[in-house]
């Protein structure tokens, strides 16, 4: 089934218990722990690749987001899945929004533009002035070429690698020039 709660849906089925998962034909490819799930208020149980703390310490990864991006897809999220007691921790597709790789303005969301001077292209708005022009989880910066982007918000390396293409990766720092006076924190910076 397609589960369309979420960005681009994703390929499932509905199950009772974890022995379920990976029971269909090509389901699981890896060794990965998936797990049987309830999700958000669907009243279904749903198999997931699972990122609890245990899964991450198997694959020697620290983060759970670069867990998911590595072991699903670069578009993946580590999340609480949400229906009450039964919680868990899966990875399921994100929201590609800012910072996202594009070829072409059509790749990106929510009415972003694709600056393609930068290598994998980014997602983007130009021409900010505030923080506010740029939306949630994104800072308006200005470039190395003297013009004003919105640039997303990170805390991790992983932040980075989210919704873009192997060996096209942006940095995390905070080493930029915010156009907004008295702002802070690190963006994911593409080399323009």
């Given at each position: 089934?397609?589960?369309?709660?979420?960005?681009?849906?994703?390929?499932?089925?509905?199950?009772?218990?974890?022995?379920?998962?990976?029971?269909?034909?090509?389901e699981?490819?890896?060794?990965?722990?998936?797990?049987?799930?309830?999700?958000?208020?669907t009243?279904?149980?749903?198999?997931?690749?699972?990122?609890?703390?245990?899964?991450?310490?198997?694959?020697?990864?620290?983060?759970?987001?670069e867990y998911?991006?590595?072991?699903?897809?670069?578009?993946?999220?580590c999340?609480?899945?949400?229906?009450?007691?039964?919680?868990?921790?899966?990875?399921v597709?994100?929201?590609c929004?800012?910072?996202?790789?594009?070829?072409?303005d059509?790749?990106?969301?929510g009415?972003?533009?694709?600056?393609t001077?930068?290598?994998?292209?980014?997602?983007?708005?130009?021409?900010?002035?505030?923080?506010?022009?740029c939306?949630?989880?994104?800072?308006?910066?200005?470039?190395?070429?003297?013009?004003?982007?919105?640039?997303?918000?990170?805390?991790s390396?992983?932040?980075?690698s989210?919704?873009?293409a192997?060996?096209?990766?942006?940095?995390?720092?905070?080493?930029?020039?915010?156009?907004?006076?008295?702002?802070?924190?690190?963006?994911c910076?593409?080399?323009?």
């Open positions: 089934m397609c589960l369309d709660r979420v960005q681009g849906g994703y390929c499932t089925h509905t199950c009772q218990d974890d022995s379920e998962c990976c029971s269909a034909a090509g699981c490819s890896t060794t990965h722990t998936e797990v049987c799930s309830p999700f958000e208020s009243g279904m149980n749903m198999c997931f690749l699972s990122c609890e703390k245990t899964d991450l310490d198997a694959a020697k990864v620290t983060d759970d987001q998911c991006q590595r072991f699903a897809g670069s578009s993946f999220i999340r609480s899945s949400g229906g009450g007691a039964n919680n868990r921790k899966v990875c597709p994100g929201d929004s800012v910072g996202a790789g594009c070829a072409k059509t790749d990106c969301t009415g972003l533009t694709c600056i001077t930068v290598s994998g292209g980014y997602c983007g708005k130009k021409d900010c002035t505030v923080n506010a022009d939306g949630k989880d994104a800072a308006c910066v200005t470039a190395a070429d003297g013009k004003n982007y919105c640039y997303k918000s990170c805390q390396p992983a932040d980075c989210f919704c873009r192997t060996g096209t990766t942006t940095t995390c720092t905070q080493t930029v020039k915010f156009a907004e006076a008295g702002t802070a924190g690190s963006v910076a593409p080399t323009l």
